[in-house]
């Protein structure tokens, strides 16, 4: 028989309280925002770090994640983890090696750095084409699967909610539950309050939302963990299959663990996570180099120095302290519904099964403020794509600011529409994830390369983004082995991104380099130095580039280090595994000593105010 959750009217005076004060802040900032494109997508370039880096974390936080942990946990255990832990080391080295080079940029996209470091026709379409590319398809999909969570967590919380009087309608040649109904109305909400305050109002929102969302997850996590008798009870409960707490998985061949359907990560899997899959792949928020959302909040950061603190900020709250009390919840989720098919909506089951009246509002309302603050920044990101590298360069140029924010306004809601269609075609949101990773699958090095080595050109872009659509039919499909996109996601990984590079590399060597002039240009407003750059330098003596690239080596690996050491270590305390605590505390202490002692050497000063 289905549970049904009695919503008292507590909960919804908090519910109702959140959706006003994140509309106040929205047109609060209505009148900044509305003055050009700067101030529409980011900020004024005046955001502090502390701003900055929560509303990243809070763009990853979406209605989807906690549902998806719980996924990778129900299949694999805490290192199922590490399909987006990995992620870590690519993040830290944004922070170190590109936060300054993104902010000394002086763009308003990712995408425009295609055009003060490409030159030609094929710099052109690229930065058309990854307008739509990314800023419409790319991007839609995210905020897809953020939609299929929320539809989720809606089936759970209401499974009898109809619209007016109907569980389906039909638009567009098309069926949509009443539950995405809802969701719609969501996202009608948000496109209203983000299309108004832009960038500035968007993070302030963030703020806000990041807090509630994370108060309501460990207020979660408590209960859950109580409710079965508390850290020692939940371990006893999971005897038979206690690899579920390893850190690490086991080296070696995958097996199964239990009747539960847990399985063991492969050595293979692990190899691909830690070695490939962080700097091969494009992923909303952890792309390599740095790019999207995230740029986007480095960009708008004060000057340099609070560009990379926000950076650093964000990988320090996404990896170390977000994670545990999703994964905590998730593991009680294994001892209390075992046998339900769908994993992620276990997650959702715990709100409606075990929270008392006060915490159910604000657990909900912490649910909205986790989709729409994702939401919010994806359509505000997005839209900055449509509008300064489609809009303004090739369809309508040399229009009034004010002329473009209303169009950017307008965009937004387009970009909910196609995203809530595409939502009807999703079922699985570890699917989404594995889809978007294995699609952009070789394209990283070259985002990663293209800051520090003078031969990349738009070519290499190009076909780093195209190789991987040229060789996935023959593997997803009849045409040739027919690989399952969950079994065997790594091989299909592995063979994309081996085939990508030896792509892009080919063209890259057999087509021309970029125009000497736009190089020199290039060199002289970000100024990275490095040996990849010594043929421009030589002609550019006046021009200094960086340094103390040896103490950004270390700084970048003690960095990872340091929020791997503290993942861990929180973990183990939470577990209470005391000794081990200690010694990954000591570890992560250790790495913040390295990485202020390397910062010193470099300078500081190196870091404009």
């Known amino acids: 028989m289905e549970k049904h959750l009695y919503i008292h009217w507590i909960d919804w005076l908090i519910i109702i309280a959140y959706f006003l004060i994140s509309l106040l802040i929205s047109v609060y900032f209505s009148k900044k925002a509305g003055k050009n494109t700067g101030n529409f997508f980011l900020s004024g370039r005046n955001l502090p770090w502390w701003i900055a880096g929560t509303s990243m974390v809070a763009t990853t936080f979406a209605a989807d994640t906690p549902l998806a942990v719980t996924e990778l946990v129900s299949q694999h255990g805490i290192a199922g983890n590490w399909l987006w832990w990995n992620m870590v080391i690519g993040g830290i080295l944004t922070v170190f090696f590109f936060a300054r080079l993104w902010r000394r940029a002086n763009i308003l996209t990712d995408a425009e750095f295609v055009n003060i470091r490409y030159s030609g026709k094929p710099a052109k379409f690229l930065r058309g084409f990854r307008a739509v590319y990314i800023g419409i398809f790319m991007n839609a999909i995210v905020i897809a699967w953020v939609n299929l969570a929320m539809v989720k967590i809606l089936k759970v919380i209401f499974p009898d909610l109809t619209i007016f009087g109907h569980t389906e309608i039909s638009f567009l040649g098309l069926q949509f539950s009443s539950h995405l109904v809802y969701v719609a109305l969501m996202m009608l909400f948000v496109a209203l309050y983000s299309s108004l305050s832009g960038l500035m109002g968007v993070s302030i929102t963030d703020t806000f939302q990041f807090i509630m969302a994370m108060t309501g997850s460990i207020v979660l996590a408590v209960y859950a963990v109580e409710h079965i008798g508390g850290i020692q009870s939940l371990k006893t409960h999971l005897s038979g299959v206690n690899w579920v707490f390893d850190f690490f998985p086991k080296v070696g061949k995958a097996d199964a663990g239990s009747s539960t359907g847990l399985m063991r990560l492969s050595f293979f899997a692990l190899f691909i996570y830690l070695g490939v899959q962080w700097w091969a792949s494009w992923y909303p928020g952890a792309e390599p180099g740095g790019g999207g959302y995230i740029a986007q909040r480095m960009m708008s950061a004060k000057d ?65 403020a986790a989709y729409m603050s994702t939401l919010a920044s994806q359509t505000v990101w997005g839209t900055s794509y449509i509008i300064n590298d489609l809009f303004r360069p090739f369809i309508k140029p040399g229009a009034d600011e004010r002329y473009y924010v209303k169009v950017s306004r307008v965009t937004t809601f387009i970009m909910m529409l196609i995203a809530l269609i595409i939502t009807t075609q999703l079922t699985r949101i570890s699917d989404a994830w594995k889809i978007i990773l294995i699609a952009s699958a070789g394209i990283g090095a070259v985002l990663i390369l293209r800051w520090y080595w003078w031969r990349i050109n738009a070519w290499s872009e190009i076909s780093a983004m195209f190789a991987p659509y040229v060789i996935l039919p023959f593997l997803l499909t009849n045409l ?31 087509t021309r380099p970029t125009d000497p002039e736009k190089l020199k240009s290039f060199y002289r407003k970000v100024h990275p130095g490095g040996i990849g750059w010594k043929p421009v330098a030589r002609e550019l003596t006046d021009v200094k580039g960086d340094t103390g690239y040896k103490y950004l080596f270390y700084s970048w690996i003690a960095g990872v280090v340091m929020v791997l050491s503290s993942l861990f270590a929180i973990g183990k305390f939470l577990f209470e595994e005391y000794r081990p605590a200690i010694v990954y505390l000591v570890i992560a202490l250790t790495a913040i000593f390295i990485v202020y002692r390397n910062m010193q050497k470099i300078g500081w000063k190196t870091l404009k105010e």
């Open 480 to 510: 040739g082995v027919h690989w399952d996109i969950n079994k065997d996601y790594e091989k299909i990984f592995a063979v994309v991104v081996v085939w990508s590079l030896l792509v892009w590399l080919a063209v890259t060597f057999l």
């Open 304 to 368: 340099e120095k609070h560009s990379l603190f926000a950076t650093l900020w964000f990988n320090i709250a996404h990896y170390a302290l977000r994670p545990w009390p999703w994964i905590l919840a998730a593991l009680v989720t294994l001892v209390m519904y075992p046998a339900v098919e769908d994993r992620g909506s276990t997650y959702v089951m715990l709100i409606r099964d075990l929270l008392p009246p006060g915490w159910i509002g604000l657990m909900l309302a912490a649910f909205f």
